[in-house]
């Protein structure tokens, strides 16, 4: 615990000293500072708590407890498992999208942005995020995710010279806002019920209406910032619009909070323990709904952060599946299912903040080389960028749930979870938990053409546009924390068993699920299983070096011709007919479109030989054009009808109070 | 587990042996139908040798990565051949969730393709890439439906977790027992697994290895780029995918025999060969827009299995 506490006043204190350059005149003397000091306050700050972390011979249960000076609450923390494994994504992303945002915020120019005020909010995102993981308090818990919802708002708010950006932030704004509007109501629900400001002690005396209320309330606020459809909507806004070391970060660790929050909730609500059926079977549709609606709207997209957004929108919905499963598990009492639902959804957060996390540092590395993440107008940098190119194909890879990489480890415990509702006692929980087998795998099927799409658009073939052409390129010195990224990647999926271990250590922590029949085998089992996929993982890598050895030497002698590409018989082949993201997805497209909403235009000259045409390709988030904007200007045609009453006219204002008053005091007469 | 570790290589050995024969046999059964003599039997073996024998054309525009792709698919297919019982002999590596890591192995190798036929820049490989991409990605949950079939029907069986998890199990024979005594439902399940194996092995109705325009391609054509050695991995590879899901129908239908079962698993897998051929000779390629409707047919055959054998 002194590690944790001492990491927590590193972020705050270093968060205050990024005060003093931001208030200096801009010059390069004051943004160096703030880099600095950001840099070093958040690398103290995350070092400590990755200490405080894996610090060997520690409690399960480490907590700490002081008066916070306000009449009620208390500062009062505590580390168990869950939060240990919440909390390693935020120092550790933490940290090396930190040492990222470094080494490309040196380029920027003092005048246009405030490095000070930058790292202001990125220290004190970091800090909320840490408190909110760790508070047992619910005032405290209120008061970081505060906190951990403003700063990004700033972060996101980077470039703020942009129209896009500021209306991005704005939607993240308000998103954040009706989540917490809803958490408001939830915890002062919560603490009229049960009494108690206690964040940590399971709830006992709940009526069945009120537990009910409660988890509803929890599903809205938490799902908001998980991302959870339909309120996903600003995720595709807010990360394209972010500084990408920010949006790695938001994507690999902050929405996780609202994850964090679902699992604390379920636990904390569950009567004994024990989850009512109807909660799993809502969690479980409601990520098989996310991840679907997110995988395919991310193949629709050509801009690759966009792109990425939606994905992890995707991503969240497949944790939040496992989540559901191990709940169905838990409240039948099927060990097997509680253990690896719960397990594969933690490990799927640890696995997505690796990859994300990469693959968004990689977009904002392709950003900065080209000036665009438009797939149509990249093309070839994997010649310019080699090093670049290995580690997002790392990435694409992992996030394809491709053995030998992490992403596949999470696949595999979550699907045996689901696949054992074979076991369960009905006919339709049985078909439902299959079928969602076959939805969860045909997903991953999705990822896998989306992510080669993404990485064969900006990185193979040829230059589409003069972006691609005119690369600014950078050595390995700019992006080693990619690198250590993409090793994590290799990493986390050829160490999967530990992963496991301790994540089904805070599973069982959670719910009492180790009398459960099949908790013990899932473990033994699981264990074994991914030991081996491991095993034949590193075997399929060694082959394939020795084999690609042995094609080297014996080509070695007879030597390797080059000529152009076979285009066909076409005597050459130009970039402009190079095929695009639009027509690499058209074959799904075909089929799905009307599920991935994408709009297809098409204007041309008429006549028998149009000199002029052009094919537009989109793919607008429906529910923000069709549900969310009619909503909100509904909501604003009733503001600005309620403006009769406010004109600002100080004499009329007076006579509200008097009307007001005299309506009091006739009331207290009747 | 002696005897057993080694009948299980020497089948293995048989099947990297044997399998580029598969596509001799296709190819002799199509020449007949048509009334030709055909090319010799042993002609893939014959490309295999010459091919290995030569040097290589790359592209300029390519990577280094082109040149790793047909080594890493046939790694990574080898891999997940090794995963499957072979001959009635149950996997030395079988474990929980093994059909998952076979699947996505293959996944390994399709991606890898994939990839190396974008790093090339032409609009044909492209094309291919893009389609290879999307019927893979429509056949995935096909698939996954049919293993689900069997692993519920094992664990009804009363099988424990681990083994009912398994391709060892689903595949090793004893799903043949299970429609051999009565579960008359389950013989759908190999139709589904040899609708599959015409779609990942790109065969006709879904894509003509044979075809002479490249527009109406789809596996050639993301491999047009290859010469030499790296030809030569991709076409094996390509032969122990057909071996892989020859083996997949053939585990389906072949009861557990003992020590000669073998034999009737490699004379199926030779009979699905000239079933392939049979439906080459009698039907044309689809059009790319029908095939969506072919795998919708495979998938609604995989879920009504699913759904009939859960009602019992």
């Known amino acids: 615990m002194p590690f944790f506490l001492a990491a927590l006043g590193i972020f705050a204190l270093s968060a205050l000293a990024c005060l003093v350059p931001s208030l200096l005149r801009p010059s390069k003397q004051s943004a160096h500072l703030a880099n600095v000091l950001g840099l070093l306050g958040t690398l103290a700050g995350s070092v400590c708590g990755l200490l405080a972390l894996f610090w060997p011979g520690q409690p399960p249960l480490a907590s700490f407890q002081a008066q916070l000076g306000l009449p009620f609450g208390t500062f009062s923390l505590a580390l168990d498992g869950t939060s240990r494994i919440f909390l390693v994504p935020v120092f550790g992303l933490g940290l090396l999208c930190a040492i990222q945002g470094f080494l490309s915020l040196r380029h920027e120019r003092p005048s246009q942005h405030n490095l000070g005020v930058h790292w202001l909010f990125y220290l004190l995102l970091l800090l909320g995020l840490t408190l909110v993981l760790s508070a047992r308090d619910i005032v405290l818990f209120l008061i970081s995710w505060e906190i951990m919802s403003l700063a990004p708002f700033f972060l996101i708010d980077f470039n703020d010279s942009d129209s896009r950006v500021r209306d991005a932030s704005w939607v993240y704004l308000v998103a954040a806002h009706l989540g917490a509007v809803a958490l408001l109501a939830f915890f002062v629900l919560f603490w009229q019920c049960t009494g108690s400001l206690s964040w940590q002690t399971p709830v006992t005396n709940l009526t069945e209406t009120q537990r009910t209320l409660l988890f509803v309330l929890a599903l809205a606020g938490f799902g908001a910032k998980a991302g959870l459809a339909p309120m996903h909507i600003w995720l595709p806004e807010a990360h394209p619009a972010a500084p990408s070391h920010v949006s790695a970060l938001l994507s690999g660790a902050m929405i996780n909070a609202g994850l964090y929050g679902i699992i604390r909730t379920v636990s904390l609500l569950s009567p004994k323990g024990i989850p009512p059926e109807w909660w799993g079977w809502l969690i479980l549709l409601l990520g098989l709904g996310t991840a679907l609606m997110g995988i395919l709207k991310a193949l629709a997209q050509s801009n690759v952060k966009r792109l990425l957004a939606y994905s992890s929108v995707e991503n969240m919905g497949i944790m939040t599946m496992g989540l559901g499963c191990a709940m169905i598990g838990q409240s039948l009492g099927n060990g097997w299912m509680a253990l690896a639902g719960l397990a594969a959804c933690l490990m799927h957060m640890l696995n997505h903040a690796t990859f994300k996390g990469l693959l968004f540092l990689a977009a904002g590395e392709v950003l900065h080389a080209t000036g665009t993440v438009n797939m149509a107008q990249l093309g070839g940098l994997a010649k310019k960028m080699p090093v670049l190119a290995a580690c997002f194909a790392t990435g694409c890879a992992a996030i394809a749930c491709l053995p030998p990489f992490n992403g596949f480890t999470g696949e595999l415990t979550l699907a045996l979870s689901l696949l054992d509702g074979s076991s369960l006692a009905s006919t339709e929980r049985q078909m439902a938990l299959l079928l969602s087998f076959a939805a969860l795998c045909a997903i991953s099927g999705l990822a896998l053409t989306l992510y080669a799409k993404a990485y064969g658009m900006v990185f193979l073939g040829s230059a589409r546009s003069g972006f691609a052409e005119n690369v600014h390129q950078k050595s390995w010195h700019g992006i080693w924390p990619l690198m250590v990224l993409a090793l994590g990647c290799l990493a986390l999926g050829l160490l999967a068993r530990f992963v496991f271990l301790g994540t089904g250590m805070a599973a069982a922590e959670l719910f009492p699920m180790q009398t459960l029949t099949g908790f013990s085998q899932a473990r033994t089992s699981l264990d074994q299983s991914l030991t081996t996929v491991a095993a034949i993982s590193g075997c399929v890598l060694l082959a394939t070096a020795l084999l690609v050895a042995l094609r080297k030497h014996t080509l070695h002698r007879r030597g390797i011709r080059f000529m152009p590409t076979w285009a066909c018989g076409y005597q050459r082949g130009t970039s402009r007919i190079e095929y695009t993201d639009a027509s690499f997805t058209e074959p799904l497209a075909r089929v799905l479109s009307p599920l991935m909403g994408q709009k297809v235009s098409i204007s041309q000259e008429p006549g028998l030989f149009p000199r002029y045409s052009q094919l537009l390709v989109k793919a607008p988030d429906r529910l923000r054009r069709y549900v969310y904007g009619p909503l909100f200007a509904a909501i604003e045609s009733v503001c600005n009808a309620l403006k009769i009453f406010q004109h600002g006219k100080i004499h009329l204002y007076i006579l509200y109070i008097l009307a007001t008053v005299v309506g009091l005091l006739i009331w207290g007469l009747v | ?312």
């Open chain 2, 1 to 312: 587990m002696n005897t057993a570790f080694f009948s299980y290589l020497a089948n293995l050995a048989l099947a990297l042996l044997l399998a580029p024969l598969l596509f001799g046999v296709i190819n002799r059964v199509k020449a007949k139908v048509a009334g030709r003599h055909g090319k010799p039997l042993l002609q893939t073996y014959y490309d295999l040798a010459k091919l290995f024998r030569k040097s290589e054309v790359i592209s300029p525009t390519t990577g280094l990565f082109f040149q790793l792709a047909p080594a890493l698919q046939l790694v990574a297919i080898l891999a997940a051949l090794c995963l499957l019982p072979l001959g009635g002999n149950a996997s030395p590596l079988a474990f929980a969730g093994d059909f998952l890591l076979a699947a996505y192995l293959l996944g390994l190798g399709r991606f890898a393709m994939i990839v190396a036929a974008l790093e090339t820049g032409s609009s044909f490989e492209g094309m291919g890439a893009s389609r290879e991409a999307a019927f893979s990605a429509l056949a995935e949950p096909i698939f996954f439906l049919a293993i689900s079939v069997l692993t519920s029907l094992h664990l009804d069986l009363g099988e424990t977790h681990d083994w009912a998890f398994s391709l060892s199990l689903l595949f090793g024979g004893q799903s043949a027992g299970a429609w051999l005594s009565g579960k008359f439902e389950l013989l759908l399940l190999p139709i589904v697994f040899f609708l599959l194996l015409l779609v990942e092995n790109s065969r006709i109705p879904v894509d003509d290895p044979t075809t002479h325009l490249e527009l109406t391609m789809i596996h050639e054509v993301m491999i047009l780029d290859h010469s030499g050695p790296n030809l030569a991995l991709i076409l094996y590879a390509s032969a122990l995918k057909l071996w892989f899901f020859a083996s997949l129908v053939a585990g389906l239908l072949v009861p557990d025999l003992g020590a000669m079962g073998f034999l009737l698993w490699i004379a199926v897998i030779f009979l699905v060969a000239c079933a392939i051929g049979l439906v080459e000779s009698s039907m044309a390629r689809l059009r790319l827009k029908r095939v969506t409707t072919f795998l919708g047919g495979a998938c609604a055959m995989a879920a009504l299995v699913l759904i009939f054998s859960q009602m019992r």
